[in-house]
């Protein structure tokens, strides 16, 4: 059996004054690995808090849906009616925090990315933006999620937005998984092939797609480093700050999850 | 990870649309328009010296006077080369030359969503330095505007005085979310497009409907009385 190899880190936009993103991620029975990526909406005035819940809370909702659920056995029928149950017990939560301290839910704005993923299964789950994808046996790229994206740039929704249910969207995939990510909109420009013109319509539209040329040296690196995980993780955070001219200049909040399942462990 | 290069996407860029309503009534004649269109070209080199607001601000340009002028159709900022040459003369028709701005930014809409163009809400900056005047032209309606426009949306609006302009009514016809100062003197011009050429470049790359700190510095403040603007 092999092992998942997990980094993660955060930095800030240039020029705002402190990170809105969260994250977090753990393992369950040693194979399946949790990653969670929340983006506290810029503009909303305790989103950072909002973030740190769907982090932190949804890690809890998530070991113990695990802890009651056989992976295996989920279907994709299941998953996707259970997600709407997990988003509201999160969402009872930001409720909770939003009466305790007299703040209005809406300040506390933020995404929400979720993967769970076995060897061989991969459940997703989002609501609002971001990316989070996936390489098969294949050593082919996918994304596992298609963001929400409102009329205007930066309109999405959150999870404390009205209407919950017709926000969450859930996903499963069954397969052999190589590696996992997700990531917040910070770093989509330089990660995804995002707008894209097509060649025939001339229309833009989204392709949502993992760009090879960004992801497969950053697996190998992973893989064949020999630092320990907090050495790798500073370097990480250095790379999202300037890792490319790029990233230096991004003004939003930039975070990623990212997994290397290496058999050979 | 300093070893580490990674090649990075190549992604089209959404688009900010932005358009100037520039006033050349008679009394901007001389200095004034002369700093309006040295500012204007200013604004250009700033917007196209930068790699990411070349490819997304697009601006457009109405000048009036009592006819209303598109001097500058909808385009992307790429050089400094481009850009008209206003000359002063004739009454102050706002109220019309912003329902041009205001049928410029819905045209331009439905532009991006026929080709599903991702898109910022459009600004529109109004620079006068008298009051609305002339033939059929009324403040009130010219707020009523404004305030619907913002309510519902469609667009931003940034009005700014200079000289001997109205302050009272640039007050009176702003909305809710709208930016309204007065500029220190003809003389600050420069430095006011300068600090616009700097908001509209961080509006272009701000995301999450954040709100952009438009804040001059201490040193380079073209407004009266407003250490803060917003």
């Given at each position: 059996m092999g092992k998942w190899k997990l980094i993660a880190a955060s930095s800030k936009g240039n020029g705002h004054k402190e990170c809105q993103d969260s994250f977090a991620y753990d393992f369950f029975n040693e194979d399946i690995v949790i990653t969670i990526v929340a983006d506290g909406a810029g503009s909303y005035s305790h989103s950072k808090i909002g973030a740190r819940i769907v982090t932190k809370v949804g890690m809890q909702i998530i070991k113990k849906y695990l802890n009651d659920n056989e992976l295996l056995s989920i279907t994709e029928e299941k998953w996707k009616k259970d997600v709407l149950f997990l988003m509201e017990e999160l969402r009872s939560y930001f409720y909770k925090v939003s009466n305790r301290f007299k703040l209005n839910i809406k300040s506390l704005a933020s995404t929400v990315i979720i993967n769970i993923c076995s060897p061989n299964k991969l459940l997703a789950l989002n609501i609002g933006d971001g990316r989070a994808g996936y390489l098969s046996n294949k050593n082919e790229w996918y994304s596992s999620i298609s963001p929400y994206h409102g009329e205007e740039v930066g309109q999405t929704v959150f999870i404390t937005s009205d209407n919950l249910q017709n926000n969450v969207r859930a996903y499963l995939y069954e397969g052999e998984f190589k590696s996992i990510f997700s990531l917040s909109d910070g770093v989509e420009d330089v990660a995804f092939e995002c707008l894209q013109e097509d060649v025939v319509s001339k229309k833009i539209y989204d392709k949502n797609l993992p760009f090879e040329g960004f992801f497969n040296p950053l697996i190998n690196y992973i893989k064949e480093s020999k630092k320990s995980q907090e050495e790798l993780e500073s370097e990480f955070e250095k790379f999202l700050m300037n890792g490319t001219p790029e990233l230096e200049l991004e003004k939003d909040d930039k975070t990623m999850v990212i997994g290397v399942y290496d058999e050979k462990i | 990870m300093e070893k580490l290069r990674v090649e990075t996407a190549e992604n089209f860029q959404q688009k900010c649309p932005v358009v100037f309503v520039l006033d050349r009534s008679g009394s901007m004649a001389g200095e004034p328009i002369n700093e309006v269109n040295k500012g204007i070209v200013a604004f250009a080199e700033n917007m196209s010296a930068d790699s990411i607001s070349k490819v997304r601000v697009e601006l457009s340009i109405i000048a009036y006077d009592n006819n209303i002028d598109v001097v500058r159709e909808f385009a992307t900022v790429q050089t400094n080369v481009d850009m008209p040459t206003l000359y002063a003369g004739g009454l102050t028709h706002t109220e019309s030359a912003m329902i041009k701005a205001s049928e410029l930014v819905e045209e331009r809409k439905a532009y991006y969503k026929a080709n599903k163009i991702p898109y910022y809400r459009p600004y529109i900056i109004l620079l006068t330095d008298g009051q609305t005047y002339g033939e059929n032209q009324s403040v009130t309606r010219l707020g009523e505007l404004i305030k619907n426009a913002e309510k519902n949306k469609k667009f931003q609006f940034m009005g700014f005085g200079v000289a001997d302009a109205n302050m009272d009514e640039l007050n009176s016809i702003k909305g809710e979310t709208s930016i309204v100062a007065k500029i220190a003197g003809v003389d600050s011009l420069a430095t006011f497009f300068t600090w616009l050429s700097s908001s509209i470049d961080a509006l272009s790359k701000s995301g999450d409907n954040e709100e952009v700190?438009?804040?001059?510095d201490e040193d380079n403040n073209p407004f009266i009385q407003t250490a803060h603007v917003g």
């Open positions: - | 700190d438009m804040t001059p």
